[in-house]
Nanobody, 121 residues
């Protein structure tokens, strides 16, 4: 099975930056995405990147977050700038196993354990 391990989370002040990393145990050859879940909230889509390089973001992340991947390292990154308190959540990376809309979490069947991102005001 494919294993995903996230890293890079932490505590930052509003306006700060973090770069999350997600390392896969093997080549994915598919869409990889980032999701987040805040306490008491449902999981939500954040960003995704296709094998061909196309990227997708929730509106609130556009202009602040950048998703990228290094296929040689089987790793996907999420650069987060201008962080806001509302970005506070556990961030999960995931591998899509069924082709479809990149924002559809049900199409992702491999998930990491998550990394905590906390943004203070």
């Amino acid at each position: 099975q494919v294993q995903l391990v996230e890293s890079g989370g932490g505590l930052v002040q509003a306006g700060g930056s973090l770069r999350l990393s997600c390392a896969a145990s093997e080549g994915t050859f598919s869409t990889m995405g980032w999701f987040r879940q805040a306490p008491g909230k449902e999981r939500e889509f954040v960003a995704a990147i296709r094998w061909g390089g196309s990227t997708y973001y929730i509106d609130s992340a556009k202009g602040r977050f950048t998703i990228s991947r290094d296929s040689a390292k089987n790793t996907v990154y999420l650069q987060m700038n201008s962080l806001k308190p509302e970005d506070t959540a556990v961030y999960y990376c995931a591998l899509m196993t069924h082709w479809g809309i990149a924002t559809d979490g049900s199409l992702y069947h491999y998930w990491g354990q998550g990394t905590q991102v906390t943004v203070s005001s």
